[in-house]
T-cell receptor, first 112, second 115 residues
């Protein structure tokens, strides 16, 4: 069965520091990969997605992610974190059944 | 503006009562989904519907029921058979079947608390 792991439950970074959130997936073919962000008590918003082509994808709010097939990874990065980036981040894969499988999420805290 | 509306935002229920969570979308999307979110567990799929008058069980359908009589609406009923219903419930929709953008659009969620 498809699965998505996010090894870090909680990450704390200082404002202005760089950020990398890890995501690994288990899937038999080239997956469709996504990163979503959730502010407290809100729904999820799409940050970026990868279907094919260039393995480095750009998203909203200055985020980017890189697909590495050899590592089954799709890590999210941002060069300089802002206080407003504090939220929970979910990696997800879309499988052939047209259902999304979500990782458990990584909560990001930002220190002033 | 186009989007997904969930109501109510907060709901309290006594044990043994059924409750229905509303989800309406005006995005003209074919597919709709219900997820349950618990701390540290991410999102788990309850039910989904790819087309009107058809729906499928997700990973944790026991104790829940849905209907899809209209394209715009996908209500979720949490029945008394659901043993641990206190959670945050998210409704989502997506456009045409694959290959498509695959993006999920989410409502703002409904928080159900059982007293």
């Amino acid at each position: 069965a498809q699965s998505v792991t996010q090894p870090d439950i909680h990450i704390t970074v200082s404002e202005g520091a760089s950020l990398e959130l890890r995501c690994n997936y288990s899937y038999g073919a080239t997956p469709y990969l996504f990163w979503y962000v959730q502010s407290p008590g809100q729904g999820l918003q799409l940050l970026l997605k990868y279907f094919s082509g260039d393995t480095l994808v750009q998203g909203i709010k200055g985020f980017e992610a890189e697909f590495k097939r050899s590592q089954s990874s799709f890590n999210l990065r941002k060069p300089s974190v802002h206080w407003s980036d504090a939220a929970e981040y979910f990696c997800a894969v879309l499988n052939y059944g047209q259902n999304f499988v979500f990782g458990p999420g990584t909560r990001l805290s930002v220190l002033p | 503006d186009g989007g997904i509306t969930q109501s109510p935002k907060y709901l309290f229920r006594k044990e043994g009562q059924n409750v229905t969570l509303s989800c309406e979308q005006n995005l003209n999307h074919d597919a709709m989904y219900w997820y349950r979110q618990d701390p540290g567990q991410g999102l788990r799929l309850i039910y989904y519907s790819q087309i009107v008058n058809d729906f499928q069980k997700g990973d944790i359908a026991e104790g829940y029921s849905v209907s899809r009589e209209k394209k715009e609406s996908f209500p979720l009923t949490v029945t008394s058979a659901q043993k641990n219903p206190t959670a945050f419930y998210l409704c989502a929709s997506s456009g045409p079947p694959l290959p498509n953008t695959g993006e999920l659009f989410f409502g703002e969620g409904s928080r159900l608390t059982v007293l």
